[in-house]
């Protein structure tokens, strides 16, 4: 359920997209690390490349891709438990239609939702002891107090998300549909 959604949508030589999000209680049948309810949500997005012609959902993609499909995030912001984040981005596919793409975050609560990240298995223990100890030693704390807040840069490639050159998850093979 969604308390409040807003969004707009505009076609033009590149498509925009503006959505926001409050209040959003998640399905209670599944278990989610951070929690079952996500604050708020909110992103500003360009899609670059025209439709792909018809076809199979992998040869659209390809075409898509290979057209300079992709999406770039100029504003992403999320407040999820522990977790708050704003980021830039840029996202696409790789040479074998699996996502791939670069984001700079600005992330507080990291300590908190790693941790919860790794009690639910989406990440090895020592995956998250790893990432906290470099973020907290790239975090600072804001000069009029308040939790430590630290800039990210995260690089999704090769089905891996790496925050520099340090591995973080493994992301499942997408196996797109022939139909």
Known sequence: ??????????????????????AIDLPAEMNWALGPHISSVAVDATVRGGPPPAGPLPVMLEAWRDAGGAVDVTHFALGWGPLGVAATGHAGFDEHLQPAGTADLHVIGYAKALDALAKQHVMSKDAAMAATAVLTLMSRVPQ????????????????????????????PEVVWPHG
């Open 1 to 22: 359920m969604i308390g409040l959604l807003t969004g707009q949508i505009v076609v033009g030589t590149a498509t925009t997209l503006t959505l926001s999000a409050e």
């Open 144 to 171: 009029d107090g308040g939790a430590p807040e630290v800039q990210v840069p995260l690089t999704l490639r090769d089905r891996k998300v790496l925050m520099g050159k340090t591995p973080l998850v493994r992301v």
